[in-house]
């Protein structure tokens, strides 16, 4: 279930918010500037689903979005439990950073967790299959798909380059949860 955890940024770890529902998850994170959408996903992936039948199922969606936010290039990012890079790329994805463009994912299975930085507070978002976020640009965030990770994402970028961070090097993810896959 999608879930919305919002805490001090420097700690205690009291929960400030902990909500699933979806209108409280999108007015909450709309305040700092993110967009969150439940969507509905066309159906389940098989493992023989490649990229390019993922895109296609959902291309009238891709197509408004990039016309909405000035979109140019697309990609599915997919991780499984049996990927043999899952350990660095789960590292990558944990220290903090920001991008020079907005981060927009919409998750067609799966979960995986946003941590974003903003207003003195960190808002940990258990994103699921439906699930579409828009993290603006320049905004402190890191990323945890767990330690068996399983999830699906349509990447939205406005440039070709595709994926770039800027990392702050600040070891605040250390001192906030991990996501736990298992955890519901």
Avoid at 50 to 68: C, G, N, P, T, W
Avoid at 136 to 160: E, K, N, S, V, Y
Avoid at 162 to 181: L, N
């Amino acid at each position: 279930m999608s879930r919305l955890t919002v805490y001090p940024d420097s700690g205690p770890l009291v929960a400030q918010l902990d909500t699933a529902d979806g209108r409280e998850i999108a007015s909450a994170l709309r305040d700092i500037g993110v967009r969150f959408e439940r969507w509905h996903a066309q159906r389940q992936l098989s493992r023989t689903d490649d990229d390019q039948s993922v895109l296609a199922l959902y291309q009238a969606d891709i197509e408004r979005l990039k016309r909405e936010g000035a979109y140019q290039s697309v990609d599915v990012v997919r991780c499984l439990p049996d990927n043999p890079n899952r350990d660095e790329l789960r590292a990558k994805f944990l220290s903090e950073h920001t991008h020079d463009e907005d981060e927009v994912r919409f998750f067609v299975e799966g979960a995986a967790a946003f941590y974003l930085r903003a207003a003195g507070r960190i808002y940990v978002t258990r994103c699921e299959r439906n699930d579409l976020i828009g993290v603006p640009a320049g905004t402190r965030h890191w990323f945890d798909m767990g330690p068996a990770p399983r999830f699906t994402a349509i990447r939205l970028f406005t440039t070709p380059k595709g994926w770039v961070a800027s990392f702050t090097g600040d070891t605040i993810a250390a001192r906030f949860p991990a996501f736990d896959h298992q955890a519901a």
